[in-house]
């Protein structure tokens, strides 16, 4: 097929490009590159031997994404592009609404007018909201987000639902869990713009020496260890999920359905600690801070469904997002190049 990635220049997406032209597709990606930089593509290029040709532009341009459509040859479209700091949400939320909303509203008005039936879309696990068992389980409504950008996700997953149905689109919401780790080459990796927001990449700064210590906030939750335990999914099994989800689109018998994709089970933040330290070769310095606002104690992914039905499992273990983590930030400390 031929797939139009939205968003290919950002950390997923940049993976799932990757494995798309690994598997045999072509690719096209589109990405204003506000949260990414355009010197990522040389890498995929440089891995894949392939030429992916990037259109810079934000997707809420309703005319430019029209042109693209109207002027390129897309079977698919893999949807990333979009803003996602829960923390930013709360102080931006028309940004957020705006951006996540509008860009989906561009692309999926584009697919219908130029017959582009598939669609792959990045939602998360943050729909479960705040009362939903673990594991979480794709059937389970009320869907419900405690952020804007959470609300965000709810929302398109909502907005994609009824135009599937009316629209005869074929839509594969896949819920993620907590993505981390690094191409195994430690070529390309995550590249967070200023203070990183999440546990792994804050972990791998320490680990260089561009933080000072890690705070992990709270050690007081009902868990084993009494620090929040996450459902953590290697990026280039999240990247063989897209693949395995666009793939599947044809055969599915309803317009839309969900997925979760992540491993399985709960690590917590000390497990995951220890774990980057064990990838290091020595011990990190971290201190203890008072809960985040905000946090869930514990919770993971039922994988039934993604295994039934995509044939796709998560392979890798912690350890193995650790060293892969590590190989990217110790060979690139500033992250990609600016250019
Ligand atoms: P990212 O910020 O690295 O990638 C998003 C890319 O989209 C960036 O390259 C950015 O420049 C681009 N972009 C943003 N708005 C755009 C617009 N209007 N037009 C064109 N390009 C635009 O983020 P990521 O971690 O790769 O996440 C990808 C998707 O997965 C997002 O939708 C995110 O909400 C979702 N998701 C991420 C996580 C996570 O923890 N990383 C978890 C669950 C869901
Ligand atoms: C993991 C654990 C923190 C940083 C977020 C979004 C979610 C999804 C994935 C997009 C928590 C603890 C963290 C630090 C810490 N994104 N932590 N010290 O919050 O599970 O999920 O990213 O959809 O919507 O909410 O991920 O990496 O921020 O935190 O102790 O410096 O690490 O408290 O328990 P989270 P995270």
């Not at 007018?113 to 705040?130: C, E, K, N, Q, W």
Request: glycine fraction near 8%; aromatic fraction near 8%; include cysteine.
């Amino acid at each position: 097929m031929r797939v139009l990635v939205s968003g290919g220049a950002g950390y997923i997406g940049s993976h799932t490009v990757l494995s798309l032209i690994e598997a045999g597709h072509d690719v096209l990606v589109v990405d204003d590159f506000s949260n990414s930089k355009p010197t990522v593509m040389a890498r995929v290029e440089s891995l894949t031997g392939a030429h992916v040709p990037v259109h810079a532009f934000d997707l809420t341009d309703v005319d430019k994404t029209e042109r693209l459509f109207a002027t390129e040859q897309i079977d698919a479209v893999i949807h990333f592009a979009g803003l996602k700091a829960v923390g930013e949400s709360v102080a931006k939320p028309l940004e957020y609404y705006a951006n996540n909303l509008g860009s989906t509203f561009a692309l999926v008005n584009a697919m219908r007018h130029h017959d582009v039936r598939r669609l792959v879309f990045s939602s998360s696990a943050t729909v479960y909201g705040d009362n939903a068992p673990v594991p979480y389980h794709e059937d389970y409504q009320p869907l419900s987000a405690s952020s804007p950008y959470g609300r965000t996700k709810v929302m398109q997953e909502q907005v994609l639902s009824d135009v599937a149905a009316a629209d005869g689109l074929k839509v594969a919401l896949l819920r993620y869990f907590n993505p981390v780790g690094a191409h195994r080459s430690g070529t390309m990796g995550e590249d967070p713009q200023g203070i990183p927001n999440n546990l792994m990449p804050f972990i791998a700064q320490v680990a260089v020496g561009r933080r000072e210590k890690l705070a992990i906030f709270g050690d007081d939750y009902p868990t084993a260890d009494g620090t929040c335990e996450r459902d953590y999914i290697h990026v280039e099994d999240l990247a063989a999920g897209h693949v395995a989800a666009l793939e599947h689109l044809d055969a599915m018998t309803e317009p839309v359905r969900a997925f979760n994709l992540g491993g399985g089970t709960g690590t917590s933040v000390l497990e995951l600690f220890r774990a980057f330290e064990r990838a290091v070769g020595h011990e990190l310095p971290y201190e203890i801070a008072g809960r985040r606002a905000g946090d869930l104690p514990a919770y993971w992914a039922d994988t039934a469904r993604a295994a039934e039905e995509l044939g796709w499992r998560a392979t890798r273990t912690i350890d193995d997002m650790c060293a892969d983590t590590w190989r990217w930030q110790s060979a690139n400390p500033q992250g990609y190049p600016e250019g």
